[in-house]
């Protein structure tokens, strides 16, 4: 019995051939060996080209769906934005109705006409339960019809929707995969494309891309990095897909005003709600683009904050909120806000004035009342309808 340890080798044909004597089992030869490692040049050379070739391109790429304007029986204004998911297999979507509060949402099964899906809105568990809107395609692309519950009833009616904005994506992604091994960190954007060459939206447009940059600096990294960081903590490294997604949408834009909410998802390792609201408004003045603050449209008077906290609670009481004093509180931000054609809205993020389960608070005040808050000046003087 040879000894266990030993391998045995011996000539066949001119060729050397070798095998375990313990299990039986041949060991790799040297041409399969030969394979192998040119399979893996191989595949690190096209890696390597795909890099430099996505490198060469532009991070920002026109993106489907759009942003739909219509109106509804009222007369009000009725959104949907309409974005990019799942690997272009479905859209996610965002209903917004002006004058409502809710944050209504959706997701369809299909991109191919025809969809509908319905929106997921939130409401009193105390109020009254109305009929579920639901957003449908037609046969033209470039229109969506609405059917909304009516404000005071159980009837519904059908809002016509045209596409009045295109979308734009920006995109980064890092990380490096081998099969079932490594990981990826990948930012997306989807903004909408503004019309025209002014100089107010050529400048508005760098802010965005300037915006785009920084996010994905903050949550991209070296594509070798999770590989690091797995071999620091002795873990092994399975695939991992992190995905940071910021979604756009427009509230108002003048000739020297721009509003957007931008609704961020973080998709990455811990559970509980991800979903984070960003109030961006901007203001042409003096041939640049600078950010808007709330205090920047209020009267001094002496201090703006305690009287509008005060409404906040009010709002927030009207609309079920289970601890509306706590907006109170001179700790709770107050610059997540969007400017729109009727009023104004105040974003709270979930956790800050209520549980993290709760999810986040939207509240709207019309430009009237406010009347006696805000300032006749300055960028007040531009809102679109000064009370």
């Given amino acids: 019995m040879p000894h266990a340890s030993a391998p045995v080798g011996h000539r066949r044909s001119g060729r050397a051939h070798f095998r375990s004597v313990n299990n039986g ?6 041409r399969s060996l030969r394979w192998v490692v040119l399979a893996f040049v191989f595949a690190l050379g096209v890696f390597t080209v795909l890099v430099v070739r996505d490198a060469g391109r532009s991070a920002i790429r026109p993106a489907a769906g759009g942003t739909f304007t219509g109106r509804d029986v009222d007369g009000r204004l009725v959104q949907v934005c309409l974005f990019e998911r799942n690997g272009n297999v479905d859209w996610s979507g965002w209903l917004y109705r002006e004058g409502r509060e809710q944050t209504e949402w959706f997701s369809s099964t299909s991109r191919a006409h025809p969809w509908q899906a319905v929106v997921n809105v939130r409401e009193r568990e105390d109020g009254t339960k109305l009929p579920e809107p639901v957003v449908a395609s037609t046969d033209d692309p470039l229109r969506l019809n609405a059917t909304l519950p009516r404000t005071n009833g159980w009837a519904s009616d ?21 099969g079932r091994l490594g990981g990826t ?16 939206l050529a400048a508005l447009e760098g802010q965005i891309l300037t915006r785009c940059e920084e996010r994905a600096n903050l949550f991209t990294t070296g594509p070798l990095d999770f590989w690091k960081d797995n071999i620091r903590s002795r873990v092994f490294p399975a695939v991992n ?6 979604q756009w949408q427009l509230r108002l834009l003048t000739t020297n005003l721009a509003s957007f909410v931008v609704c961020s998802y973080e998709a990455v390792r811990g559970s509980g709600n991800r979903s984070h609201w960003d109030g961006l408004t901007y203001q042409w003045q003096d041939g640049a683009v600078t950010w808007l ?3 920047d449209i209020f009267k001094p008077m002496p201090d703006w904050k305690p009287v509008f906290r005060e409404r906040c609670r009010l709002k927030l009481k009207t609309v079920g909120h289970p601890a509306p004093d706590s907006v109170e509180d001179d700790f709770i931000p107050l610059f997540h806000f969007t400017l729109s054609p009727s009023g104004l809205q105040i974003y709270f993020n979930s956790s800050t004035i209520a549980s993290h389960g709760a999810g986040e608070f939207v509240i709207h005040f019309d430009y009237a009342e406010l009347k006696d808050l805000l300032r006749t000046d300055g960028p007040a003087a531009f809102l679109p309808r000064v009370p």
Avoid: C, I, M
């Fill in 241 to 246: 897909a992190f995905v940071v997604s910021d």
């Fill in 25 to 30: 089992t041949p060991a790799p030869s040297p």
């Fill in 293 to 295: 603050r709330l205090g």
């Fill in 158 to 178: 059908t809002a016509n929707l045209t596409r009045q904005f295109e979308h734009l994506s920006y995109r980064r992604l890092t990380g490096f995969r081998l």
């Fill in 185 to 200: 960190t990948e930012y997306w954007a989807q903004v909408p494309k503004l019309p025209g060459e002014q100089p107010f």
